[in-house]
Structures are given as structure tokens and as C-alpha cells.
């Protein structure tokens, strides 16, 4: 049991986790989109500016007396005449150097492939991600050129360490704004998975509220949260079902106890007598006899009672039943009760239409429609008839049972399906009235429906409707 509750779950710590995961997941994904957007517009403000010298330092170049000059002067000023400034340039001339800066301090620009940014082949530029003279980064634009015939590349860098610098601070504050972010969010979190689940909490209070004394009560459906309705229609129909169980064992005990005083007492008050003095073996004989007539209807009213409990508290569910062959099943009845007919010399007629299949427990269903023809048979006059039908009526199938006796009072239809009631005239028969109790329990239990017709001159007819498989369902089952 230790190890059972060691491994259950929390929804709240699941919901928090869940949470805490996509606050993460959104941290890191914002604080890098951002980081890399800005990245990108720092490099682009530098390209631009390299392509503005660039284009200053290309319309420097000129021709004078047939050789190609470059008018460093006046560009030797500024930082690019501080040595080590991070402001470099160098022309090259088929592939000699004309002239460089003098923060260069006497060293070159060495480009390698390896380091190449990107190409704009449109206006021949190439920009490389280097490392200037002093080792520090630097953003290094190359223009390509045909001038005065000859072929020259015009390179500057700039440094790149104060746009480092930058994106460092940046990436610092998204850390530790993203740190706090998810402090926020993990608090967040666990307000909202505590919150969330508080309506769980106050309906597993409702739950726990009702006990064995009062199950009367029920869940109010009228909720402000619509994911606690089915849970609560659910539970609702479950403590329907349970109230009833109950109040079946109730009625259950309640009727053994009743129907088991007069035959106990019947028993008790035959042993008392016999037992005060010697009586003759014959006086034996007839009180055991007696005794034991008075067992046999106590066991049937004990079987009887325990099939209608088990029936009425759905031991067996509708949703489970198997499809069945309704021919079948009434053959098997008929089958039961076949000595009795003949003992009474009473023909049974059956007109049962062929391949008519319902879903039921086919045990059950037999027992009911067994009871109703030994009562057909029970109640016949001599030499008369039973006649069984059964067809299909649109999506339904009828099944109907008649016989040729005295019929029932018209006042005493409704009374037939009450427990232990027994109709005038029926005393000259066994029974405990309960037969027809348990044919509708079952009937009932397999959602259909039984009705009774009957007069004094024609005989009774009782009829049991229950839902139809369809043909073609079946065939595939």
C-alpha cells in the first residue's frame, strides 16, 4: 500500500511542471529571437557604415599623369590615423598594396575564407568576420573594382568590440530578466494549478458529505464549471443505483423475513407437538412430510426472491449482453416446461419468426419466458392450448404468449406484477407469487416491456416487447 501511494501522481504538481516547462520554453525562445534580432541590427547599422566608406574611399582613387594615385591625405585624419584604433583600411592593386592606414601600425588585413560573413555579388562586396591587429573583432567589408584597368579591392574594418560589449550586456539583462521571469511564472503556476484544482476540492468535500444515512441527497448539476458535469451527472446516476441497492437489500430481508415467519412457525409448532410425547410412526410420517412440503416452498420462495434481488440491482448490465437467437431462447422454454403440457395434455403452438436476434442474457430470458408458459399451462383447462408468436413489429420484436384458460379478472390485472400477490383461484395451485414479479425484473432489465390482456371467456395474453439486432449487424458479429 506504501508503494501504491509513493507513486501516485499530483495533478497540481503535473499542471505546475507543465506550466513551468512552457514559461521556459517561451523565455528562451522570446529571449533568443530578441537577442539574435538585435545582434542582426547592430551588424546591419555596422555593414552600412562600412559601405559608406567604402564608397568614400573608392571615389578617392584617380589617374594623374598615367599612373593610379590615391589621395590618402585626406583620409589621415581621424581614427584611422591612430594606431590600433579599430579603424582600418588598405587598397590593393593587382594585388600589391597601394596604401593602408596608419592604425593599421604597419601589419595587413588577412581575410580568409573561413570568415566569410556574406557576398553581395550585385555590387561585388564580400564581408568577413575577422580579427583585426590587436586581436579584437572586426567587421571587414571588401569592394571589388575595374579602375583605369586595373583590378583593385578597397577593404576597411571596423571593430566590432564595442558591438560586443553591447550584446553582451544584452544577453546578461535577457538572463537575468528571464531568471525572474520564471520565478513569476513558476509562482504563477502554483497560484494557478492551486486554483484551478480548488473546484476539485470542494467537490470532493460534497463527495465525502454523504454517507449511508443520507443518500437521498444528490450533486448540484447547476455548476459554474462545465468539466464537473459529466462527473457529477456520473456520479449522481451512481448514488441512484446504490440507493436502490440498498433499498432492495432492505426490501429483500424485509420479505424473507415475512414470507419465512409462517412457514418456520408451521415447522417449530410441528416439532413441539410431536416432540411432548411417543406418537405412532404414521403421525411421524405425516408431520415430516409436512415439514418437508413446507421446506420445498420456503427453498422456492428463497430461489425466487434471490433471482428478482440479482436482477433488480443489474448484476448484469445492458450493455454487455451478447446477441442472441429469439427463436432459440423460446424453444428452450418450451423444452422446460414440455412434461408439464404433456401432464395436462395441453398443446403448445409456436409461430416464431425465423432469424429474429436481440441482445440479452439468454439464461434469463428463458426462465422469464419459461414462467410465463408454466403459467399458460397452470391456468389452462384440460386439453386446451398455448400458443407462442413471435415476430418483428419495425424495429422491435413481439413476442406474444396465449392461452386458452378462464382469463384474469379485469381488477386483478394491474395487481399480477405486486410481489407475493396471488389471484382468486390460484390458491389451488403452487406457486408463491412471484413468478410474474420476476418475469418483468427481467424484462425490464433488458430494457423492453411486458403488457397483459385478458377476459373470463377468451384466456389471458401476455406480451413482451423487446429491441430488435438488426439482420445484417448480426451476420457480421
Known amino acids: ?46 555593414d552600412h557604415v562600412l559601405w559608406s566608406d567604402v564608397e568614400i574611399f573608392t571615389g578617392l582613387l584617380h589617374v594623374e599623369d598615367g599612373e593610379l594615385e590615391f589621395e590618402y591625405a585626406e583620409s589621415t585624419s581621424g581614427q584611422y590615423a591612430i594606431p590600433r584604433s579599430g579603424h582600418y583600411y588598405q587598397i590593393v592593386v593587382d594585388d600589391e598594396l597601394l596604401d593602408y592606414s596608419i592604425s593599421l601600425a604597419g601589419e595587413t588585413l588577412e581575410l580568409l575564407p573561413e570568415q566569410l560573413a556574406y557576398a553581395d555579388l550585385s555590387r561585388n562586396l564580400k564581408v568577413y568576420t575577422a580579427l583585426g591587429p590587436a586581436g579584437e573583432p572586426l567587421r571587414t567589408m571588401e569592394r571589388s573594382v575595374i579602375f583605369a584597368g586595373h583590378p583593385i579591392r578597397v577593404i576597411i574594418g571596423h571593430s566590432l568590440v564595442e558591438n560586443y560589449v553591447m550584446l553582451d550586456n544584452l544577453r546578461i539583462f535577457l538572463l537575468l530578466s528571464g531568471a525572474f521571469g520564471l520565478l513569476l511564472i513558476a509562482l504563477t503556476g502554483w497560484q494557478i494549478s492551486r486554483k484551478a484544482l480548488q473546484p476539485l476540492n470542494d467537490f470532493s468535500t460534497r463527495i465525502h458529505s454523504i454517507s449511508e444515512k443520507n443518500l437521498d441527497q444528490r450533486l448540484e448539476t447547476k455548476i459554474p464549471y462545465r468539466e464537473f458535469v459529466p462527473l457529477t451527472n456520473a456520479f449522481n446516476s451512481l448514488l441512484e443505483r446504490l440507493q436502490r441497492s440498498l433499498q432492495l437489500r ?4 424485509s420479505e424473507v423475513s415475512h414470507q419465512l415467519k409462517t412457514p418456520v412457525a408451521v415447522i417449530r409448532s410441528h416439532c413441539d407437538i410431536y ?37 433488480e440491482a443489474e448484476l448484469i448490465g445492458a450493455h454487455s449482453f451478447p446477441v442472441i437467437d429469439l427463436r432459440g431462447c423460446l424453444d428452450k422454454a418450451r423444452l422446460t416446461v414440455e412434461p408439464l ?17 436481440i441482445r440479452g442474457h439468454q439464461e434469463r430470458l428463458v426462465e422469464a419466458f419459461a414462467n410465463l408458459l408454466e403459467n399458460a399451462l397452470k ?6 392450448e398455448v400458443r407462442i408468436w413471435a415476430q418483428q413489429q419495425g424495429e422491435l420484436v413481439e413476442v406474444r404468449i396465449e392461452d386458452s384458460g378462464c382469463g384474469i379478472d379485469p381488477e386483478e390485472v394491474e395487481k399480477i406484477f405486486q410481489r ?35 377476459s373470463k371467456q377468451g384466456g389471458s395474453c401476455f406480451c413482451v416487447t423487446l429491441s430488435q439486432v438488426k439482420r445484417q449487424v448480426s451476420q457480421n458479429l
Not at 416452498?297 to 425466487?304: A, E, I, S, V, Y
Not at 391456468?379 to 386446451?384: D, H, M, T, V
Open 341 to 357: 403440457a404433456q401432464e395436462r395434455q395441453i398443446e403448445i403452438i409456436s409461430q416464431v419468426e425465423a432469424g429474429l436476434q
Open 1 to 46: 500500500m506504501s508503494k501504491f501511494v509513493a507513486r501516485q501522481k499530483s495533478i497540481s504538481s503535473r499542471l505546475f511542471l507543465w506550466l513551468l516547462c512552457a514559461g521556459l520554453l517561451a523565455v528562451t525562445i522570446g529571449g533568443s529571437t530578441l537577442y539574435l534580432e538585435v545582434r542582426s541590427i547592430i551588424l546591419a547599422s555596422v
Open 275 to 311: 416432540l411432548q410425547r411417543e406418537r405412532p410412526t404414521t403421525e411421524y410420517i405425516e408431520a415430516l412430510e409436512i415439514i418437508r412440503t413446507t421446506s420445498d416452498r420456503m427453498g422456492q420462495t428463497l430461489r425466487r426472491l434471490l433471482s428478482i434481488a440479482q436482477s
Open 250 to 253: 432492505e426490501e429483500l430481508l
Open 379 to 384: 391456468y389452462n383447462r384440460p386439453q386446451g
Open 420 to 454: 407475493f400477490y396471488r389471484g382468486r383461484g390460484a390458491e389451488e395451485s403452487e406457486g408463491s407469487g412471484l413468478g410474474l414479479v420476476l418475469v418483468k425484473t427481467i424484462i425490464e432489465a433488458h430494457q423492453g416491456k411486458i403488457d397483459v390482456s385478458s
